[in-house]
């Protein structure tokens, strides 16, 4: 298929550790990792190819930069894909089982 396996994040997510608050942002493919070098590393590994990291607050302490990185996509965990969907059982309405009595009954 077209879409294939995943390549960012699902939607915008953020993660906080310290004073440190990143946001990680859904990349068109072939963007590549736009992020600083710790978290960079950290997406790499987490096997994602096109994402735009945005940072606020002090980034400078690197420990809690990549923790917060970790944090926000951890949330991504929460997201259902549809290969992950449970398969759906429909039961018949109680007019769709008798329907056919009703219009014997019409008629």
């Not at 440190?20 to 963007?31: E, Y």
């Not at 190819?49 to 990185?69: H, K, L, P």
């Amino acid at each position: 298929t077209r879409i294939g396996f995943p390549h960012t994040v699902p939607t915008k997510v953020t993660g906080k550790c310290g004073s440190c608050h990143v946001r990680l942002i859904p990349a068109p493919r072939g963007s590549g990792l736009v992020a600083g070098g710790a978290v960079k590393k950290l997406l790499a590994m987490a096997g994602l190819e096109d994402i735009y990291a945005s940072a606020n607050g002090q980034s400078r302490t690197t420990g809690n930069f990549v923790m917060a990185a970790y944090r926000a996509l951890r949330k991504t965990y929460t997201f259902l894909s549809p290969e992950l969907w449970a398969p759906t059982a429909f039961e018949k309405t109680l007019f769709d089982e008798h329907s056919t009595v009703i219009k014997q009954l019409e008629a």
